[in-house]
């Protein structure tokens, strides 16, 4: 038998139990799955939408039998996938890949877009046990902002930085301009990042910079989602297999390509 025949790669098919609208573009689907339901935050599962396509979702939350994610509409799988309703069955496989290690000093957690997801699943492991959390989390415009009012009731500095580029909710900046001055004031333990590759890349540098520790969850191409098929290759490393949690000494080695360009669904090089 194949060492890659385990449970956790097997699809499983399961019901949605819920959908809830998140903003205009993004939907939460609550699925019974008794192996996901032990994931741990930065893990991801594979999502199979029947007849459409299978595609990589971090995992937001997990337990009690239950799994949910967050979905933004984006093309052909996720758009079919919003015209799913409770008890329209999916296919499982996971979870799958590394996870953030759980500080219990100081955290900066700074998401753009659905990347807020595992940070959510991490904000609230890491409320009970982390001196303190702060979050900046970031979008284009105002509905593209997910999970404010949880990460506001998680936080525990004074308050959650939003940013919008059209200025549309919060600050109007991008997430990375207030980080630096965060990062000066305040003595934290870990910074942990998911979002649009250039936004990770400008914390990286500042990380690097300013010797705080740093964990980023990658997304890249993924077909088979465990360490396969090559379509998520960042430098040395498999995003399914050796990531998608990666810390900053591994993303230190990604230099040449994060932020800067990954393999296409064709497997030729495009920009991020
Ligand atoms: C580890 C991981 C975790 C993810 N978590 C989430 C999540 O929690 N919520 C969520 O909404 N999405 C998440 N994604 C992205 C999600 O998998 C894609 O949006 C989805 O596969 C798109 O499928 P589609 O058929 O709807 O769109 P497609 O028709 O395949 O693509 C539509 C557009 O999105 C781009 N795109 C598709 N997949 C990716 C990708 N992996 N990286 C960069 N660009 C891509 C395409 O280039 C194209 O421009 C994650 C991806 C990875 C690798
Ligand atoms: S998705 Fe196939 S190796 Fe990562």
């Known amino acids: 038998m194949s060492a890659y025949a385990t449970k956790l790669n097997t699809v499983r098919t399961t019901p949605i139990i819920n959908v809830k609208d998140?903003?205009?573009?993004?939907?939460?689907?609550?699925?019974?799955?008794?192996?996901?339901?032990?994931?741990?935050?930065?893990?991801?599962?594979?999502?199979?939408?029947?007849?459409?396509?299978?595609?990589?979702?971090?995992?937001?939350?997990?337990?009690?039998?239950?799994?949910?994610?967050?979905v933004r509409a984006v093309g052909d799988a996720t758009r079919h996938l919003h015209t799913m309703k409770t008890g329209d069955r999916l296919g499982v496989r996971g979870p799958f890949g590394t996870c953030f290690t759980e500080t219990r000093g100081r955290a900066l957690l700074v998401g753009g877009g659905t990347g807020t997801a595992p940070l959510l699943f991490l904000a609230k492991r890491l409320a009970a046990k982390a001196e303190r959390l702060s979050f900046i989390v970031g979008a284009k415009t105002k509905n593209e902002l997910v999970f404010l009012n949880?990460?506001?009731?998680?936080?525990?500095?004074?308050?959650?930085?939003?940013?919008?580029?059209?200025?549309?909710?919060?600050?109007?900046?991008?997430?990375?301009?207030?980080i630096e001055k965060l990062v000066d004031s305040q003595k934290f333990s870990m910074i942990y990042t998911c979002g649009p590759e250039k936004m990770m890349r400008?914390?990286?540098?500042?990380?690097?910079?300013?010797?705080?520790?740093?964990?980023?969850?990658?997304?890249?191409?993924?077909?088979?989602?465990?360490?396969?098929?090559?379509?998520?290759?960042?430098g040395k490393y498999r995003v399914c297999?050796?990531?998608p949690v990666f810390t900053l000494a591994q993303l230190r080695e990604m230099k040449n390509e994060l932020g800067i360009s990954r393999l296409g669904f064709d497997g030729s090089r495009i920009e991020v």
């Open 22 to 70: 998140e903003t205009e573009t993004v939907k939460t689907y609550t699925l019974q799955d008794e192996l996901c339901a032990k994931a741990k935050p930065g893990q991801f599962l594979m999502l199979w939408i029947p007849g459409i396509d299978e595609i990589p979702l971090s995992i937001l939350n997990a337990g009690n039998g239950e799994v949910q994610v967050s």
């Open 150 to 178: 949880e990460l506001d009731a998680l936080c525990t500095d004074e308050s959650a930085i939003s940013t919008t580029e059209d200025g549309s909710y919060g600050l109007q900046c991008l997430a990375t301009d207030p």
């Open 202 to 234: 400008k914390i990286v540098d500042i990380a690097e910079k300013r010797k705080v520790a740093l964990e980023a969850s990658l997304e890249r191409v993924m077909r088979c989602g465990i360490g396969l098929c090559g379509s998520c290759m960042i």
């Open 241 to 243: 297999r050796d990531g």
